[in-house]
């Protein structure tokens, strides 16, 4: 075949070739610059650093194949820079120093062991040159290919930087210099059936830069200290065995890995087998860029841990992304993505923590998370910018979900700046500044089946369309609602319903809605206290609801002054229980609250035989309707006014259907500018109406004061010091103060 220089054996005899300093060898044909070939024992080739293969190559053929290189090693035209195999033992290449380089179409170095496993060292210095692959090992059976390459390896054309092929034995192999694939080869390419265990201390490239498939319980773990560049993936593992974990550490400061049309770290759980953990991490000042940064998906792996202290960007996709696990965990720096800047759909326990950074999203969520199989969510962010949304979450059956934004603010382009969805567990949102500017948008919604607690005091919501906050309950839990400042434009300012739970509603800052400000429906108690200006532009000020048997009350924080308006329709406040037997209360004792409804001032409306009490502190106007409305079907009316109160029509109208007493209390002005002052009716019993000294009532289309009771009627003004009644005189037939009954005595009682 031509060999420069050939030692062989093809009995049991060891068979060895030294090329030292000065000498070259050189292949005259098709055969090898240098060989050694052993049958049965061990082949070696020396080559020393001032020694030379200057055509044909290295080939390395025995039981125990060995090449230890120092010198240029060229290959020839139908040979590699250096050919080892080896029948059973160890391949191993030793390159110290000098070059090894190949022709055309020929692979670098192609290296072949048996049980022995390969191994692969050189020195910083080196250097390998493949006219297409740089270096290509084969281990097989329970053979380990290992070593430490510290040299740098290039490809050419198609061809890879470093291409393994691993039975049983797996990888474990550490390199430390610039790896480099032709234009369409990949930087490191990994097959093995037995686990692969990788370092890269330098730079690797490729298409893509490192691509590992494993099918082994052992698993893979690779450590990138230095870049890694793919045109068409950055890192990309595939692992198919049930139970084997994966683990890809991007290390320190300054590690670039860059995907380029693929994505920056790419984990697949090959032929959705369960795996037992898949974990990304990467350490602070690192970046990860691919069409989507992060991706693990593919399976249903029993945890996936993604913690990245450095950035992470999706190009095309999310930044982050993991789907199929059983429980997930994402911890993050900056992340930046198009579709979705983390996005997480599991079948377990799911956490994500963003605080350490911000999240964007350009064309998508900013974070976004949903989890079954009863499970719980919990989130925390610090900035977040999305488009369509800026979180969301979602959990079902006895999951709960909860997010935690009070690090940083929430903002989108479209879509509702926080929303948890949850099952019968806890549904907890608890937010700093939330901003949604486009359309189909809302600033907080937490819905679910279990108790729902919002609390926004931490900063501003604003929402261009939709609902400010709305809080929804579609069982029988409860929900509680803390908002500071809280402002739809076009929409309910805060929303509360629940099926049958209690309703909490608190502000501490003003709400001012595009239709409704407050609005609380359930089945049950409801609670509204108000320690801010409250304005629904067209619909109530604060309405408040229910078909169950709870209380319903309206109130306001003590040493508060607030404002209630409803601007353009509805009541300033409306309040109605609708069941048999619960009642209303709107009760501003302790601050002062001013009510101003383009229909009825308050409104309070009891449909069965509780009792119905509204007592005020500052003005209340109704520019549509009566100052006040108190009714009862069958219990108990009470008005105490503390601020002088005004209505179109009447200015306080107060009326039970039942056997039960209807009672007036007016310290102020009350002023019916097309009806009555003060009308008190009881079907079924005694109306009383009671005017303080300062009263002073006016009425311009009927009675200053009207009481009718069935059983009896009174009128008492006590001390009539400072007060006055006005009756419009045009008006026929009417009396400043006028107490009847059917049945049972009329009393007007003047001064004291």
Known sequence: ???????????????????????????????????????????????SSKGTVSLGGVGVTGDTATANLAGAITGGTTNAGVTITAVSGAATLNQTAGTIGSSAGKDGVVITGGAGGVVLNSTAGAS??????????????????????????????????????????????????????????????????????????GTVTGDPGVIINDNSAAGVTYDANADVTGLAGGILVTEGALGGPVVVNVNNAGTDVDGGAGNGVGITQGGNLAISDVTVTSKAGTTITGTQGVSVGGGSGDTVTIQTAGTVTGTTGAGISSVGATDTKVITGDVTGVTGGISVGAGGEVQVDSTAGKVKATAGIGVSVSTTLNKNIVIDTANVDGVGGGVSAVSSGS???????????????GGIGVSAVGGTGLVTVTTAGVTSTGAAGGGVSALGSGSVVVNTTAGDVSTATGTGVAATNAAGGTVDVTVAKVTATTGTG????????????????????????????????????????????????VSADTTGTGLVTVNATAGTTDQ?????SGAGVFARNQSATGGVTVDFTGATVNVKGANQGINAQVAGSGAATVITTGTVIGTGATGITAQSNTGVVQVTTGGDTTGATTGIFAKTNGNATVTVGAAKAVTGQAGYGVQVTSTGNVAVANLSDASVITSTGGDGVFANGATGASVNWTGAVGGSVTVNGAVDDKAGLFATTVAGDATVAVGG
Do not use: C, M
């Open 399 to 413: 999951g709960g979900t909860d997010i935690d934004t009070t690090k940083g603010t929430v903002t989108t382009a």
């Open 494 to 541: 805060v929303t509360a319903s629940a099926n049958a739970g209690e309703i909490k509603v608190k502000t501490t800052g003003a709400v001012d809605g595009g239709t409704t400000g407050i609005s609380a429906l359930s089945g049950g108690k409801i609670t509204v206290t108000v320690g801010a200006d409250v304005t629904g532009k067209n619909g109530f000020g």
């Open 1 to 47: 075949q031509g060999d420069g220089a050939l030692a062989r054996t093809d009995g049991a005899g060891n068979a060895t070739v030294d090329i030292n300093d000065g000498a070259n060898a050189k292949a005259t044909g098709t055969g090898f610059g240098a060989e050694a070939f052993s049958g049965s024992k061990t082949a070696t080739v020396n080559v």
């Open 128 to 201: 390998i040159t493949g006219g297409l692959a740089g270096i290509k090992a084969v281990a097989t059976g329970a053979g380990t290919v290992t070593g430490t390459l510290n040299g740098d390896i290039t490809g050419t054309g198609a061809g890879d930087g470093l291409n393994i092929n691993a039975a049983t034995g797996g990888v474990n192999l550490t390199t430390g210099g610039v790896i480099k694939s032709g234009a369409t080869g990949d930087g490191i390419d990994i097959t093995s059936t037995g686990g692969v265990k990788l370092t890269t201390n």
């Open 564 to 568: 209630i308006t409803a601007a353009a």
